[in-house]
């Protein structure tokens, strides 16, 4: 893939990103493009939504973190190489890619691009997260991950419920991964924005496409919120902070959930 040159991040972005200077606490910033009817996509598709500046700051955002994280979903779907392509981006701010696979059916080759961009030295290999039952001894998806440098990691878990949020969080930093950028897809972004997850988003960086993908798309939605005082509906997610840039045909949101 070619390299893409660098568009400059918009101002004030450095509020939004973990400190470089940090000692080692956790961080974690979402991020996605999604289209003005809340889809990131059209099912089993990847759709681009962000024009070039927005995806400029998106390599940009990587370069700030420990690890990019997604879901199973969009690692099928996208053959993603998860790493920054911006024009001189040296191995050194490169993120490491992690995937949350409970079941492991991602059928990982030496063909996907995540393992030829590790291979030609332009990211890093990813670490594919798995639920203690999965059989990985044998499995020829271990060694190739493992040939590039990267490793199945194996969650211990009770039943066949998703991963807490704050379980993901202890083993990302178990394993020195102390800066997060979650990227998607919808069922990823879906689960950290439920209320039990949101006390551990700390920075919220949105763009929001020109675009409508229509009816039926993956949709960015939270779980419903039922208030404590009277339990009616109220608002999911709220934000403070907000700050708005537009790059080129996109705008950008920056924010903080407001707990
Ligand atoms: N616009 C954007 O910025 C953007 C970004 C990324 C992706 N996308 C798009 O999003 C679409 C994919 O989204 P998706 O919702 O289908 O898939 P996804 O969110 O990438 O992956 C969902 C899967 O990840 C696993 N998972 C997620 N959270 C988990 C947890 N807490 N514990 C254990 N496992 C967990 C589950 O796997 P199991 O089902 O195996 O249990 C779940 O079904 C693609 O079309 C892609 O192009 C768009």
């Not at 606490?25 to 999604?34: D, G, V």
């Not at 690692?75 to 696979?101: H, K, Y």
Request: net charge neutral.
């Amino acid at each position: 893939m070619a390299s893409l040159v660098p568009y400059p991040p918009p101002p004030g972005i450095d509020k939004y990103l973990p400190s470089p200077q940090r000692t080692g606490e956790f961080f974690l910033t979402l991020t996605y493009a999604t289209s003005l009817d809340s889809h990131l996509s059209i099912p089993l598709t990847q759709v681009p939504l962000s024009g070039p500046e927005a995806k400029s700051l998106t390599h940009h955002l990587r370069t700030f973190h420990d690890a990019i994280l997604i879901g199973v979903g969009t690692a099928i779907i996208d053959d993603p190489g998860l790493n920054s392509r911006l024009l001189g981006t040296p191995i050194t701010r490169q993120p490491r890619p992690v995937i949350l696979d409970p079941t492991f059916r991602w059928k990982i080759t030496r063909e996907s691009r995540v393992v030829q961009t590790a291979r030609r030295g332009e990211g890093l290999a990813p670490y594919v997260f798995v639920r203690s039952e999965v059989g990985i001894e044998g499995d020829e998806r271990k060694g190739i991950l493992e040939e590039v440098g990267g490793k199945v990691v194996v969650i211990e878990t009770l039943g066949k419920q998703r991963w807490s949020w704050h379980v993901l969080s202890e083993k990302m930093k178990e394993l020195g991964l102390n800066s997060i950028m979650v990227e998607g897809g919808g069922g990823v972004i879906n689960g950290l924005l439920a209320e039990e997850n949101l006390p551990l988003v700390d920075s919220m960086i949105v763009t929001i496409a020109p675009i409508y993908l229509g009816q039926d798309g993956v949709n960015v939605s939270p779980p419903a919120v039922l208030s404590a005082e009277d339990g009616k509906r109220t608002l999911a997610v709220k934000f403070k902070g907000v700050e708005w840039r537009i790059l080129g045909r996109d705008v950008v949101m920056l924010a903080r959930p407001d707990l």
